[in-house]
């Protein structure tokens, strides 16, 4: 008797019961992968894509960016599995090959991806269970199913041309070349994958430029947002800058039941590379509320901290009653805020809009406020204070971009402020507004401090006296003076 049991005589073994599991664990594996990414598709194909300046390619970058994670988790499996399998033996096994294939059976993604702020639960039975289809032809007698060795056969030798044309099938074709279903189906399923292959790797060429904007983690970080169903459609990119990237998204519902967000929102997405923030170094080096944490810190935390510092002075605002964006949600060095504008239209800068001559009167007197409520209120100067970090909307003035606002006894906060109200007394006196203060009348305004020097140079020179005076009290006292307001109260300037 052979150990190994009886010879198979048959020449091909193709059990139904075989063929059968084959084909479902195939047909099951394509229904998840289609469902994988309903929401990206569904934005893709959205209704948004009308707008004429609007980036809408962002969505399927997401996908194919997820779909790239996805495939670099399974290089990475695969690189373990062969460091385990080879040891430290002289004979090396590569499975090289395998990397090329698109990963249907990775389960490696628990190790990077952090699904727990997916909807995905993994416990609801998702998968549809499917019913083969009608696997059979012919009727009473002559019914042939799917399982008829030899006629399947010849068929998927023949339909091994509709693969995509760069697939290699060798040169079957033109002979009585019988395969079984298994085979064919195995053979199918790696044209598939190599053509979705190829389509992704032709893409990710084509996106190369746009993705510089947003890095693979970042795209991956939204893309979880829009699953977990914070974001319902991120549509498009608003404003790229130096030091960060703004997308408009449409806010979707959120997890828990007391927190709203808005309809639409705002994506500050914090730039992760090197020397763009080295320039900010100077804001939040001597920012005592981050002192003890900077000189710890990597720059992708860094990076980080502006995004947490926006929030905070956000905040801070929002409790005072400055009109600004509500902050919805902030992850890493993307801030989810609310969106100051309607219909994927973002409020115009105050340096872009038109006004008439009373409404340019009365954003003078509200941002004159607003000054006065962020020293005061919110122990805050804005540092970036200009038309171009105002917006116009509903109405009145809106202050956005504060991830460089320090507090007034940051050892250059007077300077940062100085700066702040020549911008805004420049911008009004050039609007028109007669009654606007100058620069130095507004910066005694905002501070209640009383600088009576009449000229620029001697004006910033008490200033840079005042701070060198608050940080000799930090070196004698080790803690700051509370503030600078030498009597009281700032004087209420009104309409
Ligand atoms: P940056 O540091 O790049 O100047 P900002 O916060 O000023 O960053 O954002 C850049 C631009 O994006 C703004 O000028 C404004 O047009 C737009 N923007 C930012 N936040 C919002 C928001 N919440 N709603 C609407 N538009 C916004
Ligand atoms: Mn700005």
Request: net charge negative; with cysteine.
């Given at each position: ?24 664990a ?31 390619s ?47 059976d ?39 199913t799917k ?14 041309e509709?693969f ?5 099938v ?6 009585d ?11 199918k ?12 790797l ?17 795209r ?10 914070t ?35 705002a ?29 710890k ?25 400055i ?6 949600i902030?992850?890493?060095?993307v ?77 250059h ?15 009004f ?12 009348e507004?910066?005694?305004?905002v ?22 005076m608050?940080e ?14 030498s009597?009281?109260?700032p ?5």
């Amino acid at each position: 008797q052979c150990p190994w049991g009886a010879p198979n005589t048959t020449s091909i073994s193709c059990s139904l019961a075989d063929v059968m599991s084959e084909q479902l664990a195939k047909e099951l594996q394509l229904e998840e992968e289609n469902a994988a990414f309903p929401e990206v598709v569904a934005v893709a194909e959205g209704p948004f894509i009308t707008g004429e300046n609007i980036d809408t390619s962002s969505d399927l970058m997401l996908a194919q960016m997820l779909q790239m994670e996805f495939d670099r988790e399974y290089d990475a499996q695969l690189r373990r599995e062969e460091k385990k399998i080879n040891g430290d033996s002289k004979v090396s096994i590569s499975f090289e090959n395998y990397r090329k294939v698109h990963p249907y059976d990775s389960d490696s993604s628990e190790d990077e991806v952090d699904w727990q702020d997916t909807r995905h639960d993994p416990y609801r039975a998702d998968k549809p269970t499917t019913t083969p289809r009608r696997g059979f032809i012919g009727k009473g007698k002559d019914i042939t199913t799917k399982h008829d060795e030899v006629v399947c056969g010849r068929k998927n030798t023949a339909r091994m041309e509709n693969f995509a044309p760069e697939f290699q099938v060798g040169d079957g074709i033109g002979m009585d070349l019988k395969l079984s279903n298994q085979v064919f189906n195995a053979l199918k399923q790696h044209a598939y994958s190599e053509e979705r292959r190829s389509a992704r790797l032709h893409e990710k060429k084509e996106h190369s430029t746009a993705e510089k904007a947003v890095d693979p983690k970042t795209r991956l970080l939204l893309y979880k947002m829009v699953n977990a169903g914070t974001l319902e459609t991120i549509t498009g990119c608003i404003s790229t800058g130096k030091e960060s990237v703004v997308f408009h998204a449409y806010g979707g519902k959120s997890a828990t039941e007391d927190k709203v967000i808005p309809p639409e929102c705002a994506i500050k997405v914090f730039k992760t590379t090197l020397n763009e923030f080295k320039n900010r170094d100077k804001y939040i080096k001597d920012d005592y509320r981050f002192k003890d944490r900077f000189s710890k810190l990597n720059p992708r935390k860094i990076i980080r901290m502006w995004a947490e510092k926006e929030m905070h002075n956000l905040t801070r605002m929002q409790n005072a009653g400055i009109p600004c964006p509500e902050v919805v949600i902030l992850k890493k060095h993307v801030l989810v805020m609310s969106f100051i504008g309607q219909d994927q239209v973002p409020a115009p800068k105050l340096k872009d809009v038109t006004l008439s001559s009373e409404d340019m009167k009365k954003a003078y007197y509200q941002v004159l406020n607003m000054m006065q409520q962020l020293y005061k209120d919110c122990n805050l100067v804005h540092a970036d204070l200009s038309e171009y970090n105002m917006l116009w909307h509903d109405g009145k003035v809106w202050l956005i971009d504060v991830s460089q606002s320090v507090e007034p006894t940051h050892p250059h906060g007077l300077e940062f402020l100085f700066r702040d109200c020549r911008n805004v007394s420049q911008f009004f006196q050039k609007e028109g507004v007669a009654e606007a203060l100058n620069e130095r009348e507004l910066f005694n305004a905002v501070s209640g401090l009383n600088i009576t020097a009449d000229n620029e140079v001697d004006f910033q020179e008490e200033i840079e006296a005042l701070e060198k005076m608050n940080e000799d009290h930090v070196q004698n006292h080790g803690k700051k003076l509370s503030m600078f307001s030498s009597d009281g109260d700032p004087p209420i300037y009104d309409e």
